[in-house]
């Protein structure tokens, strides 16, 4: 029987000390020391084995932070695990505590093809494995072909317009994970914020919707929609790439900062459908009587179709299975939501009788998570303003 543990990591804003990210940010060296402290001890604590980073500008400093966490593990392992020659030494309380380490782990790092000058940086992500990876990684961004969506008028006719995608604002990072004698594909992304996309006349120096002495609320309306849109476009483009994975037979999973809900439109277009109950109920895409409804064989076609590309949230999956009633991994404004997600493919669901493997926890790391609004909250401007969430797999004997 074979374990492993795979995590979701934004680590808000990486990059290494006196350096402009963006526009008159940047940490001064004592910021950067204890930034990189307390994602040390994040790193620890989450101890997984398979780590998808977002928000990294740079490979350097998290190199240095996947070092310092291994120096920090390794102290603690010399303190708290007995060596050989303590009787107690097999006991399974510290096969728990011990630290895995990361001195043979592999790190792929995928930068972002719209990163700029200093005070224009735009982040990547990356992917820590211990169990290093399958061929090398691949980096989805600039696409050779750009994505169009035909836009339909009101009754289905085309001519509406299209809206065109050409690169993503993001990259998506996929990478094959060797886990007990499979080989699994995970796929890290960031999609696009809920922040506004606003649009720069030829001459000018900002966006009249940036102005906020002259607040314009319709053209900050436009700019959220433009965003919804170009985020629901890097999450098809994302599915895509899910479903050829998954048309080749291969186990998924795809992990990341969503920037919206496990039920937002564009979660579920990554996630894929749900089957309906009973097909046999619904009339037929030809019907021509009311009782023209598809038959128990179509039914089960239908069901088989759908259910074999979709994707589980190992949240929800968690949710259900402990009753648990709460998991929010990112706070704003008075409003606690879950924006970072891990989905699976059904080779993770017992429910399926082919299944490999099942999720047997799910832990969330948001003891950080504070409010901004409240005069309590404690000072977090440097530490992550997103909660850690991982998946505790376990896969079946062959």
């Known amino acids: 029987m074979t374990r492993f543990s795979i995590a979701s990591f934004n680590v808000k804003n990486l990059i290494g000390p006196d350096q402009e990210y963006y526009e008159f940010q940047r940490y001064t060296p004592e910021e950067y020391a204890w930034k990189q402290d307390w994602l040390a001890d994040q790193l620890l604590t989450l101890d997984a084995d398979v780590v998808g980073f977002q928000e990294i500008f740079d490979e350097a400093p998290l190199h240095e932070l996947v070092a310092e966490a291994d120096r920090r593990g390794i102290a603690a392992n010399e303190a708290a695990v007995p060596d050989p020659s303590k009787r107690y030494h097999r006991k399974a309380i510290f096969r728990k505590i011990a630290f895995g380490g990361y001195a043979g782990a592999d790190l792929a790092f995928a930068p972002n093809a719209n990163d700029g000058a200093p005070g224009q940086r735009r982040p990547g992500l990356a992917i820590l494995s211990r169990n290093g990876f399958d061929g090398p990684p691949e980096v ?54 809920k922040l506004g996309e606003f649009i720069t006349p030829e001459g000018a120096e900002f966006a009249p919707e940036e102005v906020l002495t002259a607040y314009d609320p319709a053209g900050r309306a436009m700019g959220s929609l433009r965003a919804a849109i170009r985020r629901m476009a890097e999450a098809w483009l994302l599915r895509r790439e899910i479903l050829a994975e998954l048309d080749r037979g291969h186990p998924v999973m795809v992990l990341g900062d969503f920037n919206d809900g496990e039920h937002a439109v564009s979660s579920e277009i990554i996630s894929g459908e749900v089957p309906f109950r009973n097909y046999s109920w619904m009339l037929r895409h030809d019907a021509r009587a009311p009782n023209d409804r598809y038959s128990k064989e179509e039914n089960e076609q239908i069901t088989e179709a759908v259910d074999r590309v979709r994707l589980r949230s190992a949240e929800k999956t968690f949710v259900r299975k402990s009753l648990r009633d709460m998991v929010y991994t990112a706070a704003f404004g008075g409003v606690f939501e879950s924006i970072d997600q891990i989905f699976f493919s059904r080779h993770f669901d017992p429910e399926w009788d082919k299944a490999i493997g099942e999720m047997e926890y799910f832990s969330v790391f948001n003891d950080h998570l504070t409010d901004g609004s409240h005069p309590e909250a404690p000072y977090n401007k440097l530490a992550s303003d997103h909660g850690q969430i991982m998946a505790h797999m376990r896969l079946f004997e062959p």
């Open 140 to 193: 989805i961004q600039a696409l050779t072909e750009p994505l169009v969506i035909p836009m339909a008028a009101l009754g289905g006719e085309a001519g509406a317009g299209q809206y065109v995608l050409h690169r993503l604002s993001r990259p998506i990072l996929k990478v094959r994970v060797p886990v007990g004698g499979r080989i699994v594909t995970v796929f890290n992304c960031h999609l696009k914020s």
